[in-house]
């Protein structure tokens, strides 16, 4: 099975600040990579997708990028409604392996 | 509109049996592979299972394999997720989700609501 590393495991940031969140997988995926969101009790929601796609409505201000083994998630300018748990996802192969999240708190 | 909405979740004891199920709408639900997606309390997600759009593929975490069968039924849009020989680890939230083909690769775009399962005597 593919095993996907997320770090850091917890971030606190300041509203407007840009924060990047790292996945490394155990073995190449090329760029079959998805990152979601998800607040407590809510399910996840789709941002990117094939590691720098963004999702139909999602904002700008998220970015992906990274091929093969080491990927990113990058928020620019962070806005309240951004502070959550994110996951990487990859896709290349079944299982289809989650990150263990990132959460992301305000400072 | 896309929608999926699970049930059958609650409370069994160790070695108990459950079925899932996620009634979905608007889409094509024959054409679309379909996955189970579950969440421990406090902890990330995992993938569970995943089954092909005509049914004839399914894919298992090693965690569940011979224990879990994900099954559909197309006349009736609904997916399910027999679920047998629970164990106290297997209590999660169960997430269903849709697949982007009918084959089972890509991301999941829609997701249902959940549905709580707890194993515990």
């Known amino acids: 099975d593919i095993q996907m590393t997320q770090s850091p495991s917890t971030a606190s940031a300041f509203v407007g600040d840009r924060v990047t969140i790292t996945c490394r997988a155990s073995q190449s995926i090329t760029n079959w990579l998805a990152w979601f969101q998800q607040k407590p009790g809510k399910a996840p929601s789709l941002l990117i997708f094939?590691?720098?796609t963004l999702e139909t409505g999602v904002p700008p201000r998220f970015s992906g990028g990274g091929y093969g083994t080491e990927f990113t998630l990058t928020i620019t300018s962070l806005q309240p409604d951004d502070f959550a748990t994110y996951f990487c996802q990859q896709y290349h192969g079944y299982p289809f392996t989650f990150g263990q999240g990132t959460k992301l708190e305000i400072k | 509109e896309v929608q999926l909405l699970e049930s059958g979740g609650g409370l069994v004891q160790p070695g108990g049996s459950l079925r899932l199920s996620c009634v979905v709408s608007g889409f094509s639900f024959s054409n679309y592979a379909m996955s189970w997606v579950r969440q421990a309390p406090g902890k990330g997600l995992e993938w569970v299972s995943a089954?092909?759009?005509?049914?004839?593929?399914?894919y298992y975490a090693d965690s569940v394999k011979g224990r879990f069968t994900v099954s559909k039924d197309n006349s009736n849009n609904t997916l399910y997720l027999q679920m047998n020989s629970l164990r106290a680890e297997d209590t999660a939230v169960y997430y269903c989700?849709?697949?982007?083909?009918?084959?089972?690769?890509?991301?999941?775009?829609?997701w249902g609501l959940g549905t709580q399962v707890t194993v515990s005597s």
């Open positions: 089954l092909s759009g005509n049914g004839a593929t399914t």
């Open positions: 989700a849709k697949n982007p083909d009918s084959y089972g690769s890509g991301s999941s775009q829609y």
């Open positions: 094939d590691a720098s």
